[in-house]
């Protein structure tokens, strides 16, 4: 039943994450697009997707049936009860057409919705609906308040619409989107708006900030699509005022979804599938050990008529309902399994919560029940059909040393305990590296901290000077509550990946555009140090004294490569 039940969960993950189809029409058609800059390989092998070359694929392309931009961003929703900051995506008018998904109520967006100024509309998630607004039918049509500004909702999604997230388009973490800390870009968006790209999304070559979705013609090649879209990127770095190469890649989708857990569960469904195998090798040598008691009543069967046929369909028959009891134990164990494997695995895992026990794993369940009872009940048999019965019922059965049946049961004992070696020796492996994982020291302290994600609504706080109002009136109010030692405020988070990144001219390197390095900031508040329990090895933490000067606390890291060799106190750079 174990057995069984942990092969068939493992097998229900790698069938569901790996194998089964997206649930969109012509799904092998789908493909992810990504951007490749070989001057910035060091950094990102590949890249999110400009709008400006969006946009040009978009006129000048012939592969593709449709292409749509996706960005993550989050909104405080005021309607309908408390605020409350919902996950959203920015996503063009063509997406939904493009993914075959249509609305159980009202509408998607319109061609003429895509664009500045008339993007203030909605489409709401059936798990939005529900929650916020009951169910109400009459939503269609009304407006609802997000970020202070209103939005008409024209649509709402039906519960099994799966919208790729931005994480899952890419394979890199160079996204600088408004996403909140409070909110994973692998979270299912509540709702979405239409990506109208404006005039601050079209910078040429600065922001590599969009995923990137499309549905290829049919019988268009991964590969014909790849060079249509090179054709369109030297044209476009043709224009560059620097000489720079600019490629693009197009994969498929659900590899795109998928390709970096496949080898994380291709090893765990390899190392369930060594437990099976010891599992059968166990029960094989137990009842090849009980066979050997039961070699007087054999015997005694066989000298009143029973043939070898009569008696190996005995033994097949009690090992194949020891091995259905088995299988049935075993289904109930998976379901079980799977339910905890959906709770607790990472988050990055994708396709995660569609998981559930369908018609293969079931099938995968009675096949490995089915085929060991078979293998149970055969060698048995075999060994049955060695044995001389005339000395079994002389002998009482006792005394009949069996020695084919022995060397049987050594070689199974001898499999088994090298399978069993070779897994402890894998466990032990991991569960070391796991041991010395959490033990790195991370640079900072989490033991008293605490991470809140802030939303501020662009109607309210429209401008710099009123978010650092804000910022000044919320940090002073924080830090004189009870308890709290320190307090301070970051664009992203600890551990949040790359994002917010710029080129860095160091003074005296004279470097040209091209070559300077790229340097992950963040812009933080004094206090933000001592919350986060990160200490200094040179030179001081930043003062409230400096609110307004033009100076930065750098890394060790970035210190040891942008000035080697140097003490980097004083030092001057430009950024961006």
């Not at 605020?83 to 493009?98: C, G, I, K, M």
């Not at 206090?527 to 001081?540: D, K, N, Q, S, T």
Request: some cysteine; charged content about 20%; hydrophobic content about 45%.
């Amino acid at each position: 039943a174990l057995g069984i039940g942990a092969n068939t969960a493992i097998f229900t993950v790698f069938n569901g994450v790996l194998l089964r189809p997206l649930s969109y029409p012509d799904a092998d058609r789908l493909v992810a697009v990504q951007e490749v800059v070989p001057k910035w390989a060091s950094f990102g092998p590949a890249l999110p997707v400009a709008a400006w070359h969006f946009r040009e694929w978009r006129k000048q392309s012939r592969s593709f049936d449709g292409l749509a931009l996706v960005a993550g961003l989050s909104f405080t929703l005021t309607s309908g009860g408390d605020p409350e900051l919902v996950s959203a995506q920015r996503v063009s008018a063509t997406l939904f057409p493009l993914l075959g998904i249509q609305t159980s109520l009202g509408r998607t967006f319109t061609e003429e919705e895509d664009r500045p100024g008339s993007d203030h509309v909605v489409v709401l998630s059936d798990r939005l609906w529900t929650r916020r607004f009951h169910r109400d039918p009459a939503i269609v049509g009304s407006e609802i308040t997000l970020g202070g500004a209103p939005y008409e909702v024209v649509g709402v999604l039906p519960p099994d619409a799966r919208i790729p997230t931005e994480n899952q388009l890419e394979s890199t973490a160079m996204v600088t989107s408004a996403v909140s800390l409070l909110n994973s870009e692998d979270t299912p968006a509540d709702l979405w708006k239409p990506f109208a790209i404006a005039d601050s999304d079209l910078a040429i070559m600065a922001e590599f900030n969009f995923a990137c979705l499309g549905r290829l013609k049919r019988g268009v090649p991964l590969s014909q699509a790849t060079a249509d879209l090179n054709v369109i990127q030297s044209a476009i770095a043709g224009t560059l005022p620097e000489k720079t190469e600019l490629r693009a890649i197009v994969s498929g989708l659900q590899e795109q979804m998928t390709g970096s857990s496949r080898a994380s569960l291709t090893l765990l469904l390899a190392a369930s599938g060594a437990v099976m195998v010891i599992v059968i090798v166990n029960l094989a040598n137990l009842l090849l050990a009980r066979t050997s008691g039961r070699r007087r009543e054999l015997a005694i069967r066989a000298a009143i008529g029973a043939g070898m046929a009569r008696l190996v369909r005995q033994m097949l028959t009690e090992s194949l309902l020891l091995a259905a009891a088995g299988g049935l134990l075993g289904a109930l164990a998976a379901q079980w399994a799977l339910t905890a494997i959906v709770w607790k695995a990472p988050l990055d895992v994708p396709r995660l919560r569609d998981l559930h026990m369908d018609f293969a794993a079931l099938a995968l369940a009675a096949l490995l029940s089915m085929s060991s009872g078979v293998l149970f009940g055969v060698l048995p048999a075999w060994g049955l059909a060695r044995t001389d019965p005339q000395r079994a019922l002389k002998s009482a059965g006792h005394a009949v040393t069996d020695r084919g049946g022995g060397r049987v049961r050594r070689l199974l004992i001898s499999a088994e305990v090298a399978l069993g070696a070779m897994c402890l020796v894998a466990g032990g492996l991991l569960l070391s590296s796991f041991v010395r994982l959490i033990h790195v020291d991370k640079g900072f302290q989490t033991g008293r901290a605490i991470e809140i994600g802030l939303g501020l609504p662009d109607v309210r706080y429209p401008d710099a000077a009123s978010h650092v109002r804000f910022v000044r009136e919320l940090l002073d109010q924080v830090q004189t509550l009870p308890g709290v030692v320190a307090a301070g405020i970051s664009n992203r988070g600890p551990l949040s990946g790359e994002g917010s990144n710029l080129s860095i001219n160091v003074e005296g390197a004279n470097l040209p555009s091209a070559e300077q390095p790229i340097v992950d900031y963040r812009t933080v508040t004094p206090g933000f140090f001592r919350a986060m329990g990160i200490p200094v090895l040179e030179g001081r933490l930043m003062a409230e004294s400096d609110r307004d000067r033009p100076v930065a606390v750098v890394s060790a890291q970035a210190a040891r490569r942008l000035w080697p060799n140097q003490n980097p106190i004083g030092r001057r750079f430009q950024l961006g």
